[in-house]
C-alpha cells in the first residue's frame, strides 16, 4: 500500500549531470521528511540530503553542498535529487526513504526505503 519507487539512475561521465526521481504512493498528510541516502562497496549507507515535506527545511551532507540539490512536487508527490558536476567518489546506490522525524540524519530513523537505483560516475 505504502511504497517509494525511485528513478534516474546511470552511468554519466565526472562533471556532467544526472537528475533521481523518487515517488511516493500511500503517504497522507506532509509531517514527514524524506531523504536520500547513498552507500558504495564496503561502505556504510550515509545521508546525502533531507527535506521535511510540509516546510521545505532542507538538510546537506557537506560533500554535496552547492552541487546537489533536493526538491519536492506536492501534486506529483514526488521528491527529487538534482545532482550536478557528479565525481567519481559520487559513486553508489542511492536510496530514498521516508521518516517520521524532523530532519534527522540517521539511518535507524527512516521508516519507509525505496529499492535504489545505481549511480555510476566515470573519470
Known amino acids: 500500500q505504502v511504497q517509494l519507487v525511485e528513478s534516474g539512475g546511470g552511468l554519466v561521465q565526472a562533471g556532467g549531470s544526472l537528475r533521481l526521481s523518487c515517488e511516493a504512493s500511500g503517504l497522507t498528510g506532509s509531517s514527514y521528511t524524506m531523504g536520500w541516502f547513498r552507500q558504495a562497496p564496503g561502505k556504510e549507507r550515509e545521508l546525502v540530503t533531507c527535506?521535511?515535506?510540509?516546510?521545505?527545511?532542507?538538510y546537506y551532507a557537506d560533500s554535496v553542498k552547492g552541487r546537489f540539490t533536493i526538491s519536492r512536487d506536492n501534486a506529483k508527490k514526488t521528491v527529487y535529487l538534482q545532482m550536478n558536476n557528479l565525481k567519481p567518489e559520487d559513486t553508489a546506490v542511492y536510496y530514498c526513504?521516508?521518516?517520521?522525524?524532523?530532519?534527522?540524519?540517521?539511518?535507524?530513523?527512516?521508516?519507509?526505503w525505496g529499492q535504489g537505483t545505481q549511480v555510476t560516475v566515470s573519470s
Open positions: 526513504a521516508a521518516s517520521a522525524k524532523y530532519l534527522t540524519t540517521r539511518v535507524l530513523e527512516y521508516d519507509l
Open positions: 527535506i521535511r515535506w510540509s516546510s521545505g527545511n532542507t
